[in-house]
């Protein structure tokens, strides 16, 4: 890709870590690199998917920038995803867990990041996931059982913790109320991987959730293919979330690892299945099973040279 000539930001001010100050610096950088620069702040929900939609439009960006959580890139993605011809879009951490941002630019700080994606963008199509029964489109990936619990009324997005801190304190809180494991199966390209009690089911997409676990180490972005991450009681829920940190869960007794085009999870005793993509619950009433596909290289992106 071609050093940008114009630059949409797209901000969220309801963003877990969103700041005045940032934004005001990140339209200083970008300014400063060159190109000519245009600062959106979203004022409701689909605001941001509404702006990318309106971006893909003749005359539109060539880079939108995502300044916001993993819910703003979220929206975004969704409004650019299905254009051929969309703008790259380029994620900036400003949320709770950051989960995209670190994929994409491991730890590096954002200053660089930006300077690097304006002055040599390098452009990487990644894949993304549909959801069949939803008709939702996700990219870091989607959940079912402990991690969907966070984000039930009073988990994560109830918590006065800020940054990753408050995704880890709703997975404790959920603990100690007892969550249960619930009957599941879990198919990929039709063989089933695994069936029996489940403490959770998490499908990439990305490695990391909520910007802290690696709950599937092995994901690539772009390699046209899901990974599935299945962990049943053999292995205590404690211990499970502290190797998830550094993906040390993989290969543990009751921790089933799998890779497919598609993922189908399943509650297998007639209740509703507690499911999440893209850090969203889906509140469908009484769906036990949901399909997930592969949409490969459906999205274009502003990431290094080489996989972080």
Same mark, same amino acid.
């Given at each position: 890709?071609?050093?940008?000539?114009?630059?949409?930001?797209?901000?969220?001010?309801?963003?877990?870590?969103?700041?005045?100050?940032?934004?005001?610096?990140?339209?200083?950088?970008?300014?400063?690199?060159?190109?000519?620069?245009?600062?959106?702040?979203?004022?409701h929900?689909?605001?941001?998917?509404?702006?990318?939609?309106?971006?893909?439009?003749?005359?539109?960006?060539?880079?939108l920038?995502?300044?916001?959580?993993?819910?703003?890139?979220?929206?975004?993605?969704?409004?650019?995803?299905?254009?051929?011809?969309?703008?790259?879009?380029?994620?900036?951490?400003g949320?709770?867990?950051?989960?995209?941002?670190?994929?994409?630019?491991?730890?590096?700080?954002?200053?660089?990041?930006?300077?690097?994606?304006?002055?040599?963008?390098?452009?990487?199509?990644?894949d993304?996931?549909?959801?069949?029964?939803?008709? %939702? $489109? #996700? *990219?870091?990936?989607?959940?079912?059982?402990?991690? /969907?619990?966070?984000?039930?009324?009073? @988990?994560?997005? +109830?918590?006065?913790?800020?940054?990753?801190?408050?995704?880890?304190?709703?997975?404790?809180?959920?603990?100690?109320?007892?969550?249960?494991?619930?009957?599941?199966?879990?198919?990929?390209?039709?063989?089933?991987?695994?069936?029996?009690?489940?403490?959770?089911?998490?499908?990439?997409?990305?490695?990391?959730?909520?910007?802290?676990?690696?709950?599937?180490?092995h994901?690539?972005?772009?390699?046209?293919?899901?990974?599935?991450?299945?962990? %049943? $009681? #053999? *292995?205590?829920?404690?211990?499970?979330?502290?190797? /998830?940190?550094?993906?040390?869960?993989? @290969?543990r007794? +009751?921790?089933?690892?799998?890779?497919?085009?598609?993922?189908?999870?399943?509650?297998?005793?007639?209740?509703?299945?507690?499911?999440?993509?893209?850090?969203?619950?889906?509140?469908?009433?009484?769906?036990?099973?949901?399909?997930?596909?592969?949409?490969?290289?459906?999205?274009?992106?502003?990431?290094?040279?080489?996989?972080?």
């Amino acid at each position: 890709m071609s050093v940008p000539k114009s630059v949409l930001i797209v901000a969220n001010p309801a963003a877990g870590s969103y700041s005045a100050d940032t934004t005001a610096e990140v339209l200083r950088l970008v300014r400063e690199a060159g190109p000519a620069v245009d600062l959106i702040l979203t004022r409701h929900p689909g605001h941001a998917r509404a702006l990318a939609r309106a971006a893909t439009g003749p005359g539109g960006p060539d880079v939108l920038v995502s300044l916001g959580g993993d819910g703003t890139a979220h929206e975004l993605m969704t409004g650019l995803a299905g254009s051929p011809e969309h703008p790259a879009l380029l994620v900036l951490p400003g949320g709770s867990g950051n989960s995209l941002y670190r994929e994409l630019w491991s730890d590096r700080p954002w200053q660089p990041a930006l300077e690097a994606a304006l002055s040599a963008p390098r452009v990487r199509q990644v894949d993304l996931i549909r959801v069949a029964e939803t008709g %939702g $489109t #996700a *990219l870091l990936g989607a959940s079912t059982g402990l991690a /969907a619990q966070t984000l039930n009324p009073g @988990g994560a997005r +109830g918590s006065a913790a800020r940054g990753r801190e408050r995704y880890e304190k709703a997975l404790l809180d959920a603990l100690h109320t007892g969550f249960p494991p619930y009957p599941g199966r879990v198919t990929v390209d039709g063989a089933e991987v695994h069936s029996g009690d489940t403490v959770c089911a998490n499908v990439g997409g990305g490695r990391y959730r909520a910007g802290r676990f690696m709950a599937c180490p092995h994901s690539v972005l772009d390699d046209g293919l899901l990974d599935v991450c299945v962990a %049943g $009681t #053999a *292995l205590p829920t404690p211990e499970l979330l502290q190797l /998830a940190r550094e993906g040390r869960h993989v @290969g543990r007794e +009751g921790v089933v690892y799998a890779r497919g085009r598609r993922i189908v999870l399943e509650r297998t005793d007639g209740r509703p299945l507690l499911f999440e993509y893209d850090g969203d619950l889906v509140r469908s009433g009484d769906a036990t099973r949901y399909t997930l596909d592969v949409a490969p290289r459906a999205l274009r992106v502003l990431a290094p040279a080489a996989a972080a």
